[in-house]
């Protein structure tokens, strides 16, 4: 059964920076974009950064120039290194992936337990 887990959560004041994980496990023949979402109270959940297999990435733009998403294929893992952090970014922060659990088969998103990130001003 595939689960993904999440950790590196937690408080920080505002220019401070967390870095999260999120590693895959259970089963999986294949993972095609990883990425990261957020959600704060009252809000829908939105994209924070993505990535490709082969790298390539993609930002929200409150989050550009701050946030560096990167992954270890051999892992299964997806991070998110979160700099000069603004109470604005204050939310639960779930990890996604599309992944594949047998050849031939569709593949699915699945997603993290969500984990807390909380900026103080």
């Known amino acids: 059964q595939v689960q993904l887990v999440e950790s590196g959560g937690g408080l920080v004041q505002a220019g401070g920076s967390l870095r999260l994980s999120c590693a895959a496990s259970g089963g999986i023949f294949s993972i095609d974009h990883m990425g990261w979402y957020r959600q704060s109270p009252g809000k829908q959940r939105e994209l924070a950064a993505t990535?490709?297999?082969?790298?390539?990435?993609n930002y929200a733009d409150s989050v550009k120039g701050r946030f560096i998403i990167s992954r270890d294929n051999a892992k299964n893992t997806v991070y998110l290194q979160m700099n000069s952090l603004k109470p604005e970014d204050t939310a639960v922060y779930y990890c996604n992936a599309n992944i594949r659990i047998r050849i031939w088969v569709p593949s699915y998103d699945y997603w993290g337990q969500g984990t807390q990130v909380t900026v103080s001003s």
């Open positions: 990535i490709t297999t082969d790298g390539r990435t």
